[in-house]
T-cell receptor, first 115, second 114 residues
């Protein structure tokens, strides 16, 4: 059973517009969430994260929103750029009280930003 | 500053063989995690090594084993290869300071089992 779900396999957006990538989770023990992006032939690259004690975290063009009651998070990219075209993975981890535990990943959403 | 490096880049094996994949963590990192990414899936956690010990393990059979060396580099060994072991194997390193420490991924080793 998938604990982290990204229900949209792909998303196409025009350059300059907003990209919204969604992620749902089922395990209420998750309390730290991350977004990674992956280009072909490269490993995933960390993008942004959010702790369960927050509902929003911003870093430049990237903002992550967390709705704990709905067990839903989203990544907003504004404005979208062609270089943002990649596969985006949502990941979650429970807090073991020590180092970051294993990351549970969704299947990814392929974002295409068209010029 | 070198990031996470993995070797080899690609590997082709036949069923029943054994394989060893290698990972060098980012400079200063002491924790190494291994993930398997099958085609069309997200990475799936295999295990994590810290202080040369396996600290956490995902839902993988004992055919998957690992090792961490005093210099923090790590190996992933897979015995009795199956066709289903064909995947991209990713290594991630981090610094053991707390649960929010970011895991940095290497480019992966593409394993094909024929």
């Amino acid at each position: 059973d998938q604990q982290v779900k990204q229900n949209s396999p792909s998303l196409s957006v025009q350059e300059g517009r907003i990209s919204i990538l969604n992620c749902d989770y089922t395990n209420s023990m998750f309390d730290y969430f991350l977004w990674y992006k992956k280009y072909p032939a490269e490993g995933p690259t960390f993008l942004i994260s959010i702790s369960s004690i927050k509902d929003k975290n911003e870093d430049g063009r990237f903002t992550v929103f967390l709705n704990k009651s709905a067990k839903h998070l989203s990544l907003h990219i504004v404005p979208s750029q062609p270089g943002d075209s990649a596969v985006y993975f949502c990941a979650a981890t429970p807090n073991y009280g020590g180092s970051q535990g294993n990351l549970i990943f969704g299947k990814g959403t392929k974002l295409s930003v068209k010029p | 500053d070198a990031g996470v490096t993995q070797s080899p880049t690609h590997l082709i094996k036949t069923r029943g063989q054994q394989v060893t994949l290698r990972c060098s963590p980012k400079s200063g990192h002491d924790t190494v995690s291994w993930y398997q990414q099958a085609l069309g899936q997200g990475p799936q956690f295999i295990f994590q090594y810290y202080e040369e010990e396996e600290r956490q393990r995902g839902n993988f059979p004992d055919r998957f084993s690992g090792h961490q060396f005093p210099n923090y580099s790590s190996e992933l060994n897979v015995n009795a290869l199956l066709l289903g072991d064909s995947a991209l194997y990713l290594c991630a390193s981090s610094l053991d300071r707390g649960p929010t420490d970011t895991q940095y991924f290497g480019p992966g080793t593409r394993l094909t089992v024929l």
